[in-house]
Each structure stands twice: as structure tokens, then as C-alpha cells.
């Protein structure tokens, strides 16, 4: 398995319990692309901070 299909796998996990998928993200940037990994960070925290809560679940 390469990485696209790990995170693929993880957003169905998440999407099969409840969580929303979009908490999941991968970008792609070389350590010269300083500017495009800053936008990245920015980009994925904007996302986080818009979703909801994480449901609580309760142990049985």
C-alpha cells in the first residue's frame, strides 16, 4: 500500500464511526516549497476549526 491508499482507508474508518472524514488530509510539497507547505499548515487548520466536535462515545 502506498500512502494515498492508507489515507483513503483512514477517511473510511473515520467516515464508518462517525467522524468526519475531512479531518484527514495529505499535501504534497518538496522542503523547497516553503511558501506552499506555510499555505498547507494555514489551509488544514482553517478546515479543522470550521468541523464540529469530535462525538463522544461512551465505553460499554
Known amino acids: 500500500m502506498n500512502t494515498?491508499?492508507?489515507i483513503l482507508t483512514l477517511k473510511k474508518l473515520l467516515k464508518y464511526e462517525g467522524i468526519s472524514e475531512d479531518r484527514v488530509q495529505q499535501y504534497f510539497c518538496?522542503?523547497?516549497e516553503v511558501e506552499k507547505f506555510i499555505n498547507s499548515v494555514e489551509d488544514i487548520t482553517k478546515k479543522i476549526y470550521s468541523l464540529p466536535p469530535i462525538p463522544k462515545i461512551n465505553p460499554k
Open 4 to 6: 494515498y491508499e492508507h
Open 30 to 32: 518538496s522542503a523547497a
